[in-house]
């Protein structure tokens, strides 16, 4: 095996997980200048990684609601011959980008079957209100203004819904953690909690979640915590020291952030059942990131795959995966064309269909969509017109 390939063999798992985060508390200063919309997921922003693949290089950077690919020479998905609308129809929906007052729509997560929590952005894109956006009729409520106290670095992120509230934290200069809770009916943001951010852990929360009438949540560095919506003290999740929050109730190790070289959630346990998993790897292989069921990998020949953490089930895919895991277990999106990317793809492990969502490349530049923490919505903009894929609806 040459330098270059043992090079991607260890890092190439640790750039898919870890690009789409940045030290919160920098913040600031870095999306002034990279970019163009907050990424919608865990974390504030997202980080350049920089991978060497088959002689050249993948670097991920921000851009926007979605993540901007530069690309040189690697393996692409087939061209899908339909719009992702004509292909699953039930599933996608297109509304305007902006509302009546000029502020962008930025989908956050689904309240419910019909609703979705999104945010609307101010000066730099810092979100300063979140709102119920009703889909069967394009109205928009808003649940509440989302405070920024003095002394705050960074963007409100890491939104979540459930027991009936709306949570998300901010981070301040003097590495603090605040959490906030709101009712989805609305009402005044309130201060839940305080969490200590540890020296040289500018990421501060990597998870957070919203269960049995408490805040979960994890840290960047490790460890599980859980404080009650109604305020009190953060206690420690039992089996929670130096693990990450995947999926309430099943958490792991290592997170994002995690042992060098390690798979991302290699390890998993099921904090309500005791229930553990491990992923299955094979002699040559190489698994980036795990899911609570699948785990996406690369052969020795450093061919892609999916597969249950079992070992079961194994799938090729003939590209670079853009998602870590495939959404519903079943999603994954990749771009396609010959040299440059021409666009990007929805492909369904199960069907074997696939539907190309619009965005096109501009040379060796193309943007990917968004997912939301559920893995259930996918988002991005086409000049004034935003499409949301509820990958739920697909059956």
């Known amino acids: 095996m040459t330098e270059v390939e043992e090079t991607l063999r260890r890092t190439f798992g640790q750039a898919a997980g870890q690009a789409p985060r940045l030290p919160a508390l920098l913040s600031e200063r870095l999306e002034r200048i990279h970019r163009r919309r907050r990424q919608r997921a865990r974390m504030a922003l997202a980080a350049a990684a920089v991978v060497l693949v088959a002689g050249g290089a993948v670097a991920v950077m921000p ?10 020479s690697e393996t692409r998905s087939a061209t899908p011959a339909e719009r992702v609308e004509k292909v699953w129809p039930e599933a996608v929906r297109k509304v305007p980008a902006k509302g009546p007052d000029g502020a962008s729509w930025r989908p956050e997560t689904f309240i419910d079957d019909r609703t979705l929590l999104v945010t609307a952005p101010a ?8 709102y119920a956006y009703d889909l069967d009729d394009n ?3 808003k649940i509440a ?6 002394g705050t670095s960074g963007f409100a992120n890491g939104f979540a819904v459930g027991d009936g509230h709306v949570v998300w934290w901010t981070a301040t200069k003097d590495r603090i953690a605040h959490l906030w809770a709101v009712p989805v009916d609305g009402g005044t943001a309130k201060l839940v909690a305080d969490q200590s951010i540890k020296e040289g852990d500018g990421s501060g929360i990597d998870s957070l979640t919203v269960a049995n009438g408490k805040i ?5 560095t490790g460890g599980v915590f859980a404080v009650p919506l109604e305020g009190g003290t953060v206690e420690p999740v039992e089996g929670g020291i130096g693990m990450h929050l995947l999926a309430w109730p099943w958490i792991g190790t290592p997170g994002r952030g995690g042992e060098p070289h390690g ?21 040559g292989e190489v698994i980036q990131f795990c899911g609570v069921t699948i785990c996406l990998g690369s052969t020795s020949e ?15 895919v003939p590209a670079i995966v853009a998602n870590r895991t495939p959404t519903q277990d079943r999603f994954y999106f990749s771009t396609y064309g010959d040299r440059n990317p021409e666009g990007v793809g929805l492909y369904d492990l199960n069907t074997g269909e696939s539907g190309y969502l619009g965005i096109r490349g501009e040379g060796s530049f ?6 939301d923490p559920t893995g259930r919505l996918l988002s991005y903009t086409l000049g004034d017109d935003l499409y949301m894929i509820d990958l739920a609806k697909i059956r």
């Open 366 to 371: 193309i943007s990917l969509p968004s997912e």
């Open 123 to 130: 000066g730099f894109d810092q979100p300063t209100a979140v």
């Open 216 to 220: 979960i949540f994890s840290l960047y």
């Open 302 to 316: 450093l061919q892609t795959f999916f597969r249950h953490r079992d070992g079961s089930s194994q799938k090729m």
């Open 63 to 72: 851009g926007g609601d979605t993540m901007t690919a530069v690309t040189a």
């Open 263 to 283: 798979t991302q959630f290699a390890r998993i346990l099921n904090v309500e059942t005791g229930e553990t998993r491990t992923a299955v790897t094979h002699p």
């Open 145 to 150: 203004d989302l405070p920024s106290p003095e």
């Open 139 to 141: 109205s928009r409520r």
